[in-house]
């Protein structure tokens, strides 16, 4: 008797489940719960009935990803990450709201960010490349605003996916997030990746974009800013000729330029960085890892 009841308890209980599951209709999110400090990671939400709109937030950052329909799904992805200057570790909200069937829904869940080591670099370099002279401080604070700008871009169209196109043949020498020790003195960490190549080695596109900025700036020497959507950004500096112009739309793999030695540097190479929601993160992530991978399903 008593076993029966217990039966029909999880009856009721499995049929309570498959009713509520229907009624919202089959929605998953995917995200990685932990993520390391300076990494890049992705959110889906992938819905079996059309969503009308979608916003993903986090650490105060908002983006609205492109909804598309795949095998009769309907998917959002959304990039996000953290800065190794900037940011902290610890525990973040994520906030993902929708409307699906004229109904606005949200979901929340947590992501901790977690310590992660990096190298130490000791450079010795002349004392005038490592203190800017004084006249040269306007110029700086021009090239920042500029910056600035072009790393805001949030077209509503996403042109990329992973993994990103490999900007040049050349290897990889400086990693991301290195503390620079520049003659003594503790200076910011490497924000970007560093690829060897003689001048004038091929530059490209690592996604489908569109040129955002073309400048000639005091760290960065000749450099060019691509948009790629959904608030992404790829940048290439130091360049010694530049193949395109602003405004310009480029495909993936397309030459933009040059590698160089202009700007702040010793010798020529291409330092590539890639800023998502306005936060420089460690471009190994999109360059070398999967969707799957940065969403955290191993
Ligand atoms: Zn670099």
Known sequence: MKYNKIKVVFFTFFLFLFFVSSAFGSVNLAYPKKVGLGEAFLVRLTSDKPLESVSVEWKGKTVKPEIR?????????????????FDKTGKDRLVIKYVSDGKNRSLGRTIKVAKKKYKIQRLTLPENMVTPPQEVYDKISRDREEVKAAKASMSDQRKWFLP??????????????????LNGKPKNPHRGLDFRGSKGTAVKAMADGKVVLVGDHYYAGNCVYLDHGNGVVTMYFHLSRIDVKEGEIVDRGQVIGGIGATGRVTGPHLHMSVSVQGRLVDPAYVLYKTTDQLLGIK
């Open 69 to 85: 329909e795949w095998k009769e799904r309907y998917v959002a992805l959304a990039m996000f990450g953290t800065d190794v200057l």
């Open 164 to 181: 990103f196109q490999r900007p040049t043949k050349g290897s990889q020498s400086s990693p991301y997030g290195a503390q620079r020790i």
